[in-house]
């Protein structure tokens, strides 16, 4: 099955600097990879996805980048503010396993003043 | 409302009880998901609904775990006979087709054990 792996754990920025969180998979047959933040006590808001046949999708402040041949994928956020702190989980979908995603292990990111 | 809406949000239980966790996901979404996150770890998957027909649910950790969706809309997750190591948040997300492409979460309930 899928096997999905996020870098790093943790990551502290000043605001208005960039983050950036890296994730791998494993499954060639995935196609479909969604961002989602998390914050404390609430559930996962979808961020941004992107589609395998895309290599890079943006939307404001941020931007998530797909190298299938290498099969991985990150998101950057862009001069960061406060209110970006949480944590976020990259996620595959493989057309293989099934109608699910798999989720990486998140990464706590800290936005600080 | 229009959100995936999940109640309780928490729930608290003795080892052994049975538990029951409701979902209603946005109206005239198609497929439904359940999702168990531990603490410090990714949402992993444990059942998949297409409308009324549970299609998939190689992700349940036993024969305790049991869900349902008997009408296409609302599910319940039910657990028997729970023990601590159940303890956790329980997601649910819905998606408009069948593709489960985006998937939208609700708050999720946080169980915990005793």
């Known amino acids: 099955g899928e096997n999905v792996e996020q870098h790093p754990s943790t990551l502290s920025v000043q605001e208005g600097d960039s983050a950036v969180i890296k994730c791998t998979y494993s499954?060639?047959?995935?196609?479909?990879f969604p961002w989602y933040k998390q914050e404390l006590g609430k559930g996962s808001q979808l961020i941004i996805d992107?589609?395998?046949?895309?290599g890079e999708k943006k939307d404001q402040r941020i931007a998530v980048t797909l190298n299938k041949t290498a099969k991985h994928f990150s998101l950057h956020i862009t001069e960061t503010q406060p209110e970006d702190s949480a944590v976020y989980f990259c996620?595959?979908?493989?057309?293989?396993?099934?109608?699910?995603?798999?989720f990486g292990t998140g990464t706590q990111l800290k936005v600080e003043l | 409302g229009a959100g995936v809406s999940q109640s309780p949000r928490y729930k608290v239980a003795k080892r052994g009880q049975d538990v029951a966790l409701r979902c209603d996901p946005i109206?005239?979404?198609?497929?439904l998901f359940w999702y168990q996150q531990a603490l410090g770890q990714g949402p992993e998957f444990l059942t998949y609904?297409?409308?009324?027909?549970?299609?998939?649910k190689s992700g349940l950790p036993s024969d305790r775990f049991f869900a349902e969706r008997p009408e296409g809309s609302v599910s319940t997750l039910k657990i028997q006979r729970t023990q601590q190591e159940d303890s956790a948040v329980y997601l649910c997300?819905?998606?408009?087709?069948?593709?489960?492409?985006?998937?939208?979460f609700g708050d999720g309930t946080r169980l915990s054990i005793l």
């Open positions: 997300a819905s998606s408009l087709d069948d593709r489960g492409q985006p998937q939208h």
């Open positions: 499954d060639s047959a995935s196609n479909y």
């Open positions: 992107i589609r395998s046949n895309v």
């Open positions: 996620a595959a979908y493989s057309t293989g396993g099934g109608n699910k995603l798999t």
């Open positions: 109206s005239g979404h198609v497929s």
């Open positions: 609904f297409q409308n009324e027909a549970q299609l998939d």
